[in-house]
C-alpha cells in the first residue's frame, strides 16, 4: 500500500532539514572564527582553547574606613587655686575665649587679711635685721680691740645672719600669698571655646576641693585617635592625607592628615594607635561627634592580581592553570591575599608573567595540550 505524504508532512520535513543545515552551518563557522567556546575534538586533533591573561605586579590602593570620634585639639577643667566666694562671672557656654582672658572673679576676705598679715610680718623681720645688723658691726669693731671675747663677736654675727634668713622667710610668704591673690582672677588657658560653667555668684569655693568652676576647649583644629590593623602598619606615615566623613554633612568630605603613630602595636587588639588633625577654623565640627576615617593605603610592594575567575578551589587549597611556553596546562598551588571582588591578590605560588588561564573548567589536567588566546578586551 502506497503511503500517501500530505503537504503538512512535506512542510514539517522541510523544516526540520532547514534547522539542521543552519546549525551544521553555524557550528563550521565557528570553527573558522576560532570561537574560544568551542570544546576539543580528538578525533580531529583540536586542543581545546583557553582564555590566558599575564600575571603581572601591580600598585593596588586600598580604601581602610575605621570609626572616629572627634575630640578637641586641648580639653582643660578650670580649677580654683584660692579659696574665697564667687565675685561675678564673665563668660558662659559656647563663648569663644582669649588666652589669658578673666572668666571669673573670686572674693576672697580672707587672705586679704593673711596678706596683709605676711607683709607687717617681713616689716617686723626687716627692723630684727637692722638692729643686728648694728650689733655685728659694733661687736666687730669691739673685738678688734680685744674689749670682748672672740665668743660674743661671733654670736652676733650669727645673730644677724639669722635675721636675713628671717626676711628672706617673710618675702617668700608675702610672696606666696601675692600669687594666690592672682589666682582670684580665674583666666583662660589658651583660645578655645567655653563648654561648661559651674560657676555661680556668691558659691564658695574651696582650693583644692576638685569643684569644678570652667571647661575650656581649643577647638580650631580637632585630634581623631584611630586604632589601624596590623595589616596596614606599614602604609601609615606621618603627612598621610586622609578624609573625615560626619553623618551630619553626607555632601560634604573634611580633610585631615596623620600627625604621629605610637611605635607599638596594642597587644590585645594588633593595632596601631595612629593620631589624625583635621583643621576646623569655621567651627563647623564639635568634640564629640562621630564619623569615619577614610584612609587611600597603596602597598609598598607590588602584587600579582587576577580576575576573581581564575582561582580553581579543591580540597587540597587553592590552585591556577597555567600555561607554558609549550602550551600545556600546569596546576599551581597559590596563597590567596585580599579579595577585591573582581580581582584577587595573589601573595605567591606564581612568578609574574606567567599565563594563567581565566575561568578554567574542570577537564583541564596537568600536561593537556592548549590552544591559548587572549580575552576579547585585551585581543582587541
Given at each position: 500500500?502506497?503511503?500517501?505524504?500530505?503537504?503538512?508532512?512535506?512542510?514539517?520535513?522541510?523544516?526540520?532539514?532547514?534547522?539542521?543545515?543552519?546549525?551544521?552551518?553555524?557550528?563550521?563557522?565557528?570553527?573558522?572564527?576560532?570561537?574560544?567556546?568551542?570544546?576539543?575534538?580528538?578525533?580531529?586533533?583540536?586542543?581545546?582553547?583557553?582564555?590566558?591573561?599575564?600575571?603581572?605586579?601591580?600598585?593596588?590602593?586600598?580604601?581602610?574606613?575605621?570609626?572616629?570620634?572627634?575630640?578637641?585639639?586641648?580639653?582643660?577643667?578650670?580649677?580654683?587655686?584660692?579659696?574665697?566666694?564667687?565675685?561675678?562671672?564673665?563668660?558662659?557656654?559656647?563663648e569663644r575665649v582669649k588666652s589669658g582672658q578673666t572668666l571669673a572673679v573670686i572674693d576672697g576676705p580672707d587672705l586679704d587679711q593673711e596678706l596683709n598679715q605676711a607683709r607687717a610680718n617681713m616689716?617686723?623681720?626687716?627692723?630684727?635685721?637692722?638692729?643686728?645688723?648694728?650689733?655685728?658691726?659694733?661687736?666687730?669693731?669691739?673685738?678688734?680691740?680685744?674689749?670682748?671675747?672672740?665668743?660674743?663677736?661671733?654670736?652676733?654675727?650669727?645673730?644677724?645672719?639669722?635675721?636675713?634668713?628671717?626676711?628672706?622667710?617673710?618675702?617668700?610668704?608675702?610672696?606666696?600669698?601675692?600669687?594666690?591673690?592672682?589666682?582670684?582672677?580665674?583666666?583662660?588657658?589658651?583660645?578655645?571655646?567655653?563648654?561648661?560653667?559651674?560657676?555661680?555668684?556668691?558659691?564658695?569655693?574651696?582650693a583644692g576641693s576638685g569643684a569644678e568652676i570652667y571647661h575650656v576647649a581649643q577647638t580650631d583644629i580637632l585630634r581623631i585617635y584611630v586604632s589601624v590593623p596590623q595589616r596596614y602598619v606599614r602604609?601609615?606615615?606621618?603627612?598621610?592625607?586622609?578624609?573625615?566623613?560626619?553623618?551630619?554633612?553626607?555632601?560634604?568630605?573634611?580633610?585631615?592628615?596623620?600627625?604621629?603613630?605610637?611605635?607599638?602595636?596594642?597587644?590585645?587588639?594588633?593595632?596601631?594607635?595612629?593620631?589624625?588633625?583635621?583643621?576646623?577654623?569655621?567651627?563647623?565640627?564639635?568634640?564629640?561627634?562621630?564619623?569615619?576615617?577614610?584612609?587611600?593605603?597603596?602597598?609598598?610592594?607590588?602584587?600579582?592580581?587576577?580576575?576573581?575567575?581564575?582561582?580553581?578551589?579543591?580540597?587540597?587549597?587553592?590552585?591556577?592553570?597555567?600555561?607554558?611556553?609549550?602550551?600545556?596546562?600546569?596546576?599551581?598551588?597559590?596563597?590567596?591575599?585580599?579579595?577585591?571582588?573582581?580581582?584577587?591578590?595573589?601573595?605567591?605560588?606564581?612568578?609574574?608573567?606567567?599565563?594563567?588561564?581565566?575561568?578554567?573548567?574542570?577537564?583541564?589536567?596537568?600536561?593537556?595540550?592548549?590552544?591559548?588566546?587572549?580575552?576579547?578586551?585585551?585581543?582587541?
Amino acid at each position: 500500500m502506497k503511503a500517501v505524504r500530505t503537504p503538512f508532512a512535506l512542510e514539517g520535513i522541510a523544516a526540520l532539514a532547514s534547522a539542521l543545515a543552519l546549525a551544521l552551518l553555524a557550528g563550521s563557522d565557528a570553527r573558522l572564527r576560532g570561537d574560544p567556546s568551542r570544546d576539543a575534538d580528538p578525533a580531529r586533533g583540536e586542543n581545546p582553547i583557553v582564555t590566558v591573561v599575564v600575571a603581572e605586579p601591580r600598585t593596588v590602593a586600598t580604601d581602610l574606613d575605621l570609626p572616629a570620634a572627634l575630640q578637641a585639639f586641648q580639653d582643660t577643667p578650670i580649677y580654683a587655686r584660692t579659696t574665697g566666694y564667687i565675685q561675678k562671672w564673665l563668660a558662659d557656654i559656647g563663648e569663644r575665649v582669649k588666652s589669658g582672658q578673666t572668666l571669673a572673679v573670686i572674693d576672697g576676705p580672707d587672705l586679704d587679711q593673711e596678706l596683709n598679715q605676711a607683709r607687717a610680718n617681713m616689716g617686723q623681720a626687716k627692723a630684727n635685721l637692722e638692729i643686728a645688723r648694728i650689733s655685728a658691726v659694733r661687736w666687730k669693731e669691739l673685738g678688734a680691740q680685744h674689749a670682748v671675747a672672740q665668743q660674743d663677736v661671733d654670736q652676733k654675727t650669727a645673730d644677724y645672719a639669722a635675721r636675713e634668713a628671717d626676711v628672706s622667710a617673710a618675702q617668700a610668704n608675702v610672696d606666696r600669698l601675692t600669687q594666690l591673690k592672682e589666682y582670684q582672677n580665674v583666666t583662660a588657658p589658651y583660645d578655645g571655646v567655653v563648654t561648661a560653667r559651674n560657676a555661680q555668684v556668691g558659691a564658695l569655693i574651696t582650693a583644692g576641693s576638685g569643684a569644678e568652676i570652667y571647661h575650656v576647649a581649643q577647638t580650631d583644629i580637632l585630634r581623631i585617635y584611630v586604632s589601624v590593623p596590623q595589616r596596614y602598619v606599614r602604609s601609615i606615615s606621618p603627612g598621610l592625607s586622609v578624609n573625615v566623613l560626619i553623618p551630619e554633612f553626607p555632601a560634604e568630605t573634611f580633610r585631615g592628615k596623620v600627625v604621629r603613630f605610637a611605635g607599638a602595636l596594642d597587644s590585645a587588639s594588633r593595632t596601631l594607635l595612629t593620631e589624625v588633625q583635621i583643621p576646623n577654623q569655621d567651627g563647623k565640627l564639635f568634640p564629640g561627634m562621630f564619623g569615619q576615617v577614610r584612609f587611600r593605603l597603596k602597598d609598598l610592594e607590588p602584587a600579582i592580581m587576577l580576575p576573581s575567575d581564575a582561582a580553581i578551589i579543591r580540597s587540597e587549597g587553592t590552585l591556577v592553570a597555567t600555561v607554558d611556553a609549550g602550551n600545556r596546562i600546569h596546576l599551581a598551588r597559590v596563597r590567596l591575599g585580599r579579595d577585591f571582588g573582581s580581582e584577587i591578590e595573589i601573595l605567591g605560588g606564581i612568578e609574574p608573567g606567567t599565563r594563567v588561564v581565566t575561568n578554567p573548567r574542570d577537564s583541564l589536567t596537568d600536561g593537556l595540550l592548549v590552544d591559548p588566546v587572549a580575552p576579547p578586551a585585551a585581543a582587541k
